[in-house]
């Protein structure tokens, strides 16, 4: 921690499924019939008829339909996600590349990582503030360093980002997800690991955030160079991901994590 400021989706076409079953239906009930006749005639064991091996027949390819590309996706989800929340900069965000940048923290998120870098449109202004607190001197003996505690400022520089995230109609946007998911999988082909499903990301994001306990009273910090630490170790042993939400501060990082348990319940997540 540094103290400087630092769907349209389209229904399969199911005509080869309905005349394979036509035919299907069609020799069973010819080979029943054969069977039927030919119990009733003598029976005569033919001479074996050598039979040459046929080759394997590949099945054909199974149509998944169209792919969106990374535009299409953008214009879909820009479109959906419009009526989430008339605030100014959710507005703002939608109107810059904000698939590819949601597919990009949710992934670094899930891996631990902070997602500010994914996020360039956000920024915060002013320092990272802590307040030093003098300890007594014993007598006798010099006065030790005063001890550091983040400041409640600090948390503020986050209530822009807080509150426009609050303004999002949760429950609306875990509905859409059904329609959401191939326009975050289009984006997510981008970065994403081969083999890895973005919904399955997306859970171990959701599960690294909402699981972060916060810390009762102040926090205590320790410098480390030019930097400050957490003085708590298990505080600091979290990852870079879990730190960023604790610099919310405990009110306002619960209010993200409520919201995210929101999200996770209406999309079928949890």
């Keep these: 921690m540094d103290n400087r400021a630092p769907e349209t989706s389209l229904k399969p076409d199911r005509t080869p499924l309905v005349l394979g079953g036509m035919v299907v239906v069609g020799l069973l009930a010819a080979l029943g019939g054969y069977l039927t006749w030919r119990s ?9 008829v050598p039979v040459a091996p046929q080759p394997p027949v590949a099945p054909p390819p199974v149509d998944a339909g169209p792919t969106l590309t990374v535009e299409q ?27 590819r940048q949601v597919a990009a923290a949710v992934q670094l998120v899930a891996d ?63 509905e859409a997800w ?13 970065i994403g690991k081969p083999g890895t499903r973005f919904d399955d990301v997306l859970k171990r994001a959701l599960g690294r955030l909402t699981s972060v306990t916060f ?24 990852s870079p991901a879990e730190k960023q939400l604790l610099r919310l501060g405990p009110t306002q990082g619960r209010l993200v994590q409520a919201r995210l348990k929101a999200f996770a319940k209406h999309a079928g997540l949890e």
């Excluded at 014993?138 to 006065?143: D, F, I, L, N, V």
């Design 40 to 48: 009733s005639q003598p029976v005569v064991t033919p001479a074996p």
């Design 73 to 99: 996706a953008q214009t879909s989800f820009s479109r959906l996600a419009s009526g989430w929340s008339t605030d100014p900069q959710f507005q703002q965000w939608l109107q810059g590349p904000a698939v």
């Design 112 to 174: 631990g990582q902070s997602p500010v870098a994914a996020l360039p449109g956000f920024r915060l202004t002013g320092p990272y503030e802590v307040r030093e607190v003098t300890v007594p001197a014993p007598k006798g003996r010099p006065r030790p360093p005063a001890r550091v505690f983040v400041s409640p400022a600090s948390y503020e520089r986050y209530a822009v980002l807080v509150k426009a995230f609050d303004s999002l109609d949760t429950a609306a946007a875990g």
């Design 178 to 190: 059904q329609a959401l998911r191939p326009v975050f999988d289009a984006a997510f082909g981008e």
């Design 215 to 238: 810390p009762e009273g102040e926090v205590e910090l320790k410098a480390k160079g030019a930097l400050y630490e957490y003085a708590d170790p298990t505080l600091e042993a979290l």
